[in-house]
């Protein structure tokens, strides 16, 4: 089975205000579109994904990921995350309804393509299913087979609320880069632990890290 994956990204200016603490205005933009490139050329390189769709509504993310091989969806509700996951699925399954999809985060700079592989593998076995993020809280994938709603609920609390919803959640073991997002400086620290992708990398070394 292979996987479209639907890649949401805000406004680049907009992104990581909570990385305050550890990058200042002028850095956390170019920061969130390193993350998002990571992300992307990762998923990209998964034996388990056919393609990438990114939705977002910022002209410089657009052209960086859609360089890197993503499809480009605009957000056009402009109405929150799961909106544009909402509409981003249906563009894609108006062409390919027999597609599996996953909603991931853009955030997961240290994302491993074979660590991805083993969670889609994992999820082809039920119609939605989710991963919970390192921090145990949020999600940072839903999955769902053909012929079933995606059913985002992402946000505050998207752990229970996926799980509330009837997605199965996942516990593969050895995943740890597919589950850890960034939005603190903490888990930033984290990710860079794990090893993350160039972007990050080169984006990060003009950050004053402590512990780093």
Do not use: Y
């Not at 985002?152 to 199965?168: E, L, N, Q, W, Y």
């Amino acid at each position: 089975m292979l996987w479209t994956l639907v890649v949401p990204l805000k406004p680049l200016e907009r992104a990581k205000s909570r990385l305050a603490d550890t990058a200042d205005d002028g850095l956390r933009p170019g920061l969130a579109l390193a993350f998002a490139q990571d992300t992307v050329a990762a998923a990209l390189a998964c034996p388990a994904v056919k393609d990438v769709a990114v939705v977002t509504n910022d002209g410089l993310a657009g052209r960086e990921l859609g360089a890197l091989g993503a499809r480009i969806v605009p957000d056009e509700p402009a109405g929150g995350l799961n909106a544009a996951l909402a509409h981003a699925t249906a563009v894609v399954r108006a062409t390919r309804p027999e597609s599996p999809v996953a909603a991931l985060n853009a955030d997961l700079p240290a994302l491993r393509p074979l660590e991805l592989s083993r969670v889609l593998q994992a999820a082809a076995e039920f119609p939605r299913a989710f991963l919970p993020d390192a921090a145990g809280v949020g999600t940072t994938l839903l999955a769902a087979r053909p012929g079933t709603e995606l059913r985002p609920a992402f946000g505050t609390d998207s752990r229970a609320r996926h799980r509330a919803s009837g997605a199965v959640e996942l516990r593969p073991a050895g995943v740890d880069s597919v589950r850890q997002d960034v939005d603190t400086g903490e888990d930033l620290r984290a990710a860079l632990a794990l090893g993350v992708g160039p972007h990050t990398a080169a984006a990060a070394a003009r950050l004053l890290i402590p512990g780093q």
